[in-house]
């Protein structure tokens, strides 16, 4: 595969899957409790990537031997997996605060690492941090209010719980990688009870709730 890329996008598009599989463990990944489904509904709110940059973060990711990398795109997670009693209460939550976020840059970065808390190689976030940080700290409150067990840091997953000297590959060969792109929406995604990730509503930033 050839070096990491720079990538620029020029106009704002979604991801382009509708429905992530997993066993629980990507949505919560930089947050690792048990994320579980007892009771309630598990949502997880995401930033989705263009589609040329997911899907060069999605070959990058399955060259390390993430088997992950073929069902689960590119994504920023805002809210990792979090129960809620009150679907309505939470999509009305979450549609009020895309409402009042305009569209803004995120550019990723260069790499970093989760070890040895978790075995997780991520892509930094620069430009739109504040606002990954400003969107989470909005989001979880409300309905989605808890207490969580690590701070929230925005990342780009691009190794999972594969063997450390792969870890170590990511962690060196997307070193320089970065790539720019606008976002202009987040997707709220409710877990359902095979483990699968299925998009409920993609929510356009500055956009009046319609209730």
């Known amino acids: 595969m050839s070096s990491a890329s720079r990538v620029t996008a020029n106009e704002p598009k979604r991801a382009t899957a509708?429905?992530?599989?997993?066993?629980?463990?990507e949505i919560q990944e930089s947050?690792?409790?048990?994320?579980?489904?007892?009771?309630?509904?598990s949502i997880g709110v995401i930033l989705g990537f263009p589609a040329e940059i997911a899907e060069e973060l999605q070959r990058w990711r399955a060259s390390f031997g993430d088997p992950m990398a073929a069902v689960i795109p590119a994504h920023i997670t805002l809210v990792t997996t979090t129960m809620t009693q009150d679907w309505e209460a939470?999509?009305?939550?979450?549609?009020?605060?895309?409402?009042?976020?305009?569209?803004?840059?995120?550019?990723?970065?260069?790499?970093?690492?989760?070890?040895?808390?978790?075995?997780?190689?991520?892509?930094?976030?620069?430009?739109?941090?504040?606002?990954?940080?400003?969107?989470?700290?909005?989001?979880?409150?409300?309905?989605?209010?808890r207490e969580l067990p690590f701070a929230y840091h925005p990342h780009v997953t691009v190794a999972h719980d594969v063997a450390p000297e792969s870890l170590d590959e990511a962690e060196t060969v997307l070193k320089d990688y970065r790539a720019t792109f606008p976002v202009a929406?987040?997707?709220?995604?409710?877990?359902?009870?095979?483990?699968?990730?299925?998009?409920?509503?993609?929510?356009?930033?500055?956009?009046?709730?319609d209730h």
């Open 90 to 145: 939470t999509r009305n939550h979450v549609r009020d605060v895309a409402s009042k976020q305009e569209p803004f840059n995120v550019t990723i970065a260069g790499t970093g690492s989760f070890r040895p808390v978790s075995p997780v190689v991520f892509l930094n976030v620069e430009d739109g941090f504040g606002d990954c940080v400003s969107l989470h700290q909005q989001l979880q409150t409300g309905p989605l209010e």
């Open 18 to 25: 509708r429905a992530v599989r997993s066993t629980a463990s």
């Open 185 to 209: 929406s987040m997707g709220l995604y409710e877990q359902d009870d095979n483990g699968i990730w299925q998009l409920r509503e993609e929510l356009d930033f500055g956009t009046e709730p």
């Open 31 to 41: 947050h690792p409790d048990n994320g579980q489904r007892t009771d309630g509904i």
